[in-house]
């Protein structure tokens, strides 16, 4: 019996050591689960910082090319000014040369002739001549009063722009894609990253955004492509800081007030634009949605700084040519409302645009004009004409606006596929940031006149196949080169 009980009681022991032995493990294991998690995610927002520096070193190296291009194009533009007018110079002293040469034969001969004439057949010649001589000088100076009417009218248009772009100063924009928000201490990184990461995780979850916290001193790093998420992120974020309670609960009750803050500060900046433009009898909703364009941007460009400078451009055009600049403003401010529109309506934004201004009680001038701006709707007006304008000119004033490496690298590498694939094309160069394409054609293949229609017919396909910002020049070039060598 004794030596049956002892056997049971070693059992009992060995289980229970086997048990504890179990759960020891097992909790060994979590921790090392745990901290290779840890490890994980430092080793995760380590690339994720070195990729965005890396990616703004890119974009930074990106603006000096187009920089050194630019300036470069500028240069070559000024040679071939220079080479043309010494050209047309040579032309017209050529033309005086033989000019002198003709009057000369012409007085030699005249005067031969009238060694033979009377008196009666020398003033009815000389009736003749001043009489042809008069009708010359007529039509001359007929020409010469219409080209002079229409260089006036292209000086005079030229310094309407000028004039209304030097009255409006605007600072250049570029949109970021991270907001940085300050820490009272490094011990609030961990506060923030929570017991395993619950409370970053719910902060993430609620926002949206990614949060980068790394070896920076005293600050935290918001991430996210949506400018709304950010802004949202970062006043909860910051009320979170300043609260001291962060835990899923509060994070969920700061983001929930953050929201309506910027439903309010929508509803803030719509008003703010407005007055800026001293636009009056918007309807609410209008202004709401004008709000919304705070936070939209087209090519980095912020939608509702630009629909507030188109604004100021049509008035100061309609003034420069004596039109309402009211009417003017109020276009200009509202060309582009389509875009904070939700998926809700079908079309462009010119279009979509323009149906929520009509039923908002808005006039057929207003709405023609916010559906006629991008020239898909045919303008009735010339306000039209005047958002049209205004639009390009705030699009395309240095620094409005900018696009991705790849982008610009894809749109490069379209056009310089597009030319290539017209008949007779050898080779195919897009410089200038894209803004001229240069294409050299084979000699044997294509003519002098067929290189001049290759040209219109590259226009019209890079016009209808691809996007682009501002003009693309297209320069066709046909050269012959005959090599032989003297023995």
Do not use: W
């Amino acid at each position: 019996m004794v030596t049956r009980h002892t056997r049971r009681m070693a059992e009992r022991n060995a289980a229970q050591l086997l048990a504890v032995a179990r759960r020891e493990a097992a909790v060994g294991a979590q921790e090392m689960k745990t901290k290779a998690e840890e490890e994980i995610q430092v080793k995760r927002a380590e690339m994720n910082r070195e990729f965005d520096r890396r990616e703004i070193e890119v974009e930074l190296k990106l603006r000096e090319i187009r920089s050194h291009e630019e300036s470069l194009a500028l240069l070559d533009h000024q040679l071939e000014q220079k080479q043309e007018r010494l050209g047309r110079e040579n032309a017209a002293i050529r033309q005086a040369r033989d000019a002198i040469r003709d009057l000369s034969k012409s007085v030699r001969k005249r005067l031969e002739g009238v060694a033979q004439m009377d008196a009666e057949e020398i003033k009815r010649a000389l009736r003749e001549e001043v009489l042809l001589e008069c009708q010359d000088e007529l039509r001359a100076l007929r020409h010469a009063t219409l080209e002079k009417s229409e260089q006036e009218l292209q000086r005079e248009a030229h310094r309407i722009l000028v004039t209304t772009m030097q009255r409006l100063a605007s600072r250049p924009n570029n949109d970021i894609t991270a907001t940085i928000v300050q820490l009272p201490g490094d011990e609030m990184k961990g506060r923030i990253i929570g017991r395993e990461g619950r409370n970053i995780k719910a902060f993430e979850a609620a926002t949206g955004v990614t949060l980068l916290i790394d070896e920076s001193p005293q600050m935290v790093l918001i991430s996210s492509f949506d400018p709304v998420r950010r802004e949202i992120a970062k006043q909860a974020l910051e009320g979170l800081i300043k609260d001291g309670r962060i835990h899923p609960a509060s994070i969920e009750e700061f983001v929930t007030r953050a929201k309506e803050e910027i439903r309010l500060n929508v509803m803030q900046a719509g008003e703010e634009a407005v007055q800026r433009l001293q636009v009056n009898g918007l309807h609410p909703e209008v202004i709401n949605l004008l709000g919304k364009l705070k936070f939209r941007f087209s090519y980095t460009q912020n939608v509702l700084d630009h629909s507030v400078e188109v604004g100021f451009l049509c008035s100061m055009l309609a003034s420069e040519i004596g039109l309402d600049p009211q009417v003017a403003k109020r276009v200009g401010l509202l060309h582009d409302i389509g875009k904070a529109v939700e998926g809700e309506f079908q079309g462009s934004h010119a279009v979509i645009g323009a149906e929520f201004v009509k039923r908002h009680g808005e006039t057929p001038i207003v709405v023609n004009a916010v559906a006629a701006h991008h020239e898909e709707v045919k303008p009735e007006t010339v306000y039209a004409g005047l958002v049209i304008l205004a639009d390009t000119i705030s699009a395309v004033r240095p620094g409005a606006r900018a696009e991705s490496m790849a982008g610009y690298i894809q749109r490069l590498d379209r056009l310089e596929h597009l030319a290539l694939s017209m008949e007779g094309v050898q080779q195919a160069y897009a410089i200038q940031a894209g803004r001229e394409v240069r294409v050299v054609v084979n000699p044997q293949a294509v003519t002098d006149d067929q290189a001049a229609d290759l040209a219109k017919k590259l226009r019209r396909k890079i016009e209808e196949e691809l996007q682009y910002p501002s003009t693309i020049k297209i320069t066709v070039i046909r050269e012959q080169r005959f090599n032989e060598t003297a023995m």
